[in-house]
């Protein structure tokens, strides 16, 4: 009989506890959003997925070299010496380990991980890892101002090929005879 008034005592304590701290929580702003529809706001500083701003990277290899798990893979061909055509630009997030140590090391600050918009910045869903090797290239080839120099270069390099060659300069003419004194 004890045992029973204990366990109704102990069931209505425990009832009662659980409701104060729900009232609690009640009057508390609220902290969580709707995703994916509601998004929380992205710090500074926060180690999403990466975003390249292809058009300043000098293609020097630091993030990848840097990485401690290999997974940035980049390939590009340099025309007229100074402009990249790409070629690929990836990160492997079956491997990466969101350490930011590429972001510090790139000398042009063209690397992010606090810059992608939308549902993306937080979450890849797939059922397919081979999908999760994703290439930051926003275009393959040239840029478009890469591609407007690299064009110009080459009209101003073949308008200088076809100049005609400058007339070859006249021999010098021959010295005049020494005057000689003789019968003088
Ligand atoms: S965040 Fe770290 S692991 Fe991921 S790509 Fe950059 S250096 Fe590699
Ligand atoms: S460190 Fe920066 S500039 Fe160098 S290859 Fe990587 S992203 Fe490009």
Redesign the pocket.
Known sequence: MLTYARNIRDTVMTTLKGMQITLRNLRRPETTVQYPEEQCEIKPGYRGFHT??QE?????????K?CPVDC?E?AATRVEKKFLSWEQ?TVDYNKCLFCDL?VE???????HMDRKTGPSQYAVITDDRTTLNIDLLIYRGLSETGVKAVDKLRADKAAAAAKPAPAPAAPPSAPAAPRTTEGA
């Open positions: 390249l701003d300043i990277c000098i293609l020097c290899f630091q993030c990848a840097i940035i980049m630009f590429c090391v790139c000398p042009v600050d063209c690397i």
